[in-house]
């Protein structure tokens, strides 16, 4: 729609994967030679996972788009199946139409098919995509198809991309002798401020903006904070901010422009990280006075298991509750994701948001999506319970008084990553 206005060639921010358009970061490069070293390896797996929208799948798509003749490709990207499913799958990557087979005869024909592929002379690679769907049955048969082999060597080739729990699935006790075939793994992590910048000038650049300079240098601060880095999120902003320049007859896109594509996308309730203060993670017990003195409106008391390990004030503006020390509150557990839920505070009142974690939050049970905060919601996060505290309310207790009660009561030192006892409502792993 904008193209002809800013003289581009085509789209610079779609949001499905396109090879040309893949932005190497360290990161990106590293992972992609990872990817490259599986031409090489044939008696182990290599594991890429990432965050949602990190770019694992433009990654795939390029990495494909450079494979070399003599390689025969199964690239599966649909896993929430059965074992039966599995194999009919990969064999249909291979032309076969497998439906009507049963499993004995759909594990000989693809041991069959793989190595006649090996005997002409072809390497098989075996890409799964989304793998963290794949049940503990469907991996224990790709273990055992990883097996086949000749006299000198195994057959298959295998990559597995996926989300963070990918990596927690594969650590369980029942998939140990598959983890045990894991050569290599690398997670694929957020772009920097500096990749961010990069990451937009690039894909302008391959759309067919060359050295124009389409975005504002003051725009980039604002659209990292705002999307902390994630390539799909950085593309939704800057497509729909490019759109709005499009309708005001902009040149260039500048902060006017991303501050209405926030409102566009209803993101206006994301204020700049700076907002809200940086405080440490999980900081010590406090008398509820921010820095300049004054005491404030509402706070936090983080319970891990039920005791509590730490309390936070809540001042105007956002904390991002996740499990990363990048977080303004860091929860340290694999239930936990990345980048789990966030709270955002206006005037003495907070509200909560899932930042779609893997494993939820919760109140009394249920499921939240948001929610704005009540005196006394105790809302759970894995194995951990933050309550909030409306201290205006007459019926608060003295906060000091109420710490060294329950500091008193639980003497015994909590460790964050004893999963031992988790709460039914988080059960699984986080990202």
């Not at 949602?52 to 690239?75: C, N, R, Y």
């Not at 990553?417 to 059960?427: F, G, M, V």
């Amino acid at each position: 729609m904008y193209g002809e206005h800013f003289k581009l060639n085509e789209p610079p921010f779609r949001l499905s994967p396109d090879p040309q358009f893949l932005y190497a970061s360290r990161q990106h490069a590293r992972a992609r030679a990872y990817m490259d070293s599986i031409m090489w390896l044939t008696d182990g797996f290599v594991v890429i996972t990432g965050e949602i929208g990190s770019g694992k799948t433009t990654l795939i798509q390029s990495f494909i788009s450079d494979l070399p003749e003599d390689v025969a490709l199964a690239h599966v990207a649909q896993t929430q199946v059965s074992p039966v499913e599995f194999l009919q799958a990969i064999l249909v990557e291979f032309g076969f139409r497998p439906f009507q087979m049963q499993k004995a005869e759909l594990l000989d024909t693809l041991n069959t098919h793989l190595i006649e592929l090996y005997a002409s002379g072809k390497k098989v690679l075996l890409i799964i995509d989304e793998a963290q769907n794949l049940s503990p049955k469907v991996l224990e048969e790709l273990r055992l198809l990883s097996g086949v082999e000749t006299q000198k060597e195994k057959v298959l080739r295998i990559i597995l991309a996926g989300q963070p729990e990918l990596k927690d699935k594969l650590d369980s006790p029942n998939l140990e002798q598959l983890a045990q075939r894991v050569r290599l793994r690398f997670h694929l992590g957020p772009l920097n401020r500096e990749e961010t910048r990069e990451y937009i000038r690039h894909r302008l650049a391959v759309a067919g903006a060359a050295e124009r300079e389409l975005f504002t240098e003051d725009t980039f601060p604002l659209i990292y904070r705002q999307t902390r880095g994630t390539p799909r999120l950085v593309n939704t902003l800057c497509d729909t901010a490019m759109l709005c320049a499009f309708a005001d007859d902009r040149d260039a896109v500048d902060t006017a422009e991303i501050e209405a594509a926030l409102t566009e996308l209803q993101w206006h309730e994301h204020p700049p990280l700076v907002s809200a203060r940086k405080r440490p993670a999980l900081s010590a017990v406090d008398d509820g006075r921010d820095d300049t003195g004054s005491f404030a409106l509402s706070r936090l008391r983080i319970l891990h298991q039920d005791r509590q390990v730490a309390t936070r004030e809540l001042q105007d503006g956002r904390i991002i509750i996740g499990r990363t020390p990048d977080n303004e509150l860091q929860l340290q557990s694999r239930f936990v994701s990345r980048h789990h839920a966030q709270i955002l505070t206006r005037d003495g009142e907070s509200v909560l948001e899932d930042l779609n974690s893997t494993n939820g939050v919760y109140l009394e049970g249920n499921r939240l999506k948001r929610r704005r905060l009540r005196h006394g919601d105790r809302i759970q996060i894995g194995e951990h319970t933050l309550v909030y505290e409306d201290l205006r309310d007459s019926d608060s207790a003295d906060p000091a008084d109420e710490d060294e009660d329950l500091l008193a009561e639980h003497e015994l030192e909590v460790d964050p990553e004893d999963d031992t006892s988790l709460p039914r409502t988080a059960e699984g792993s986080g990202d």
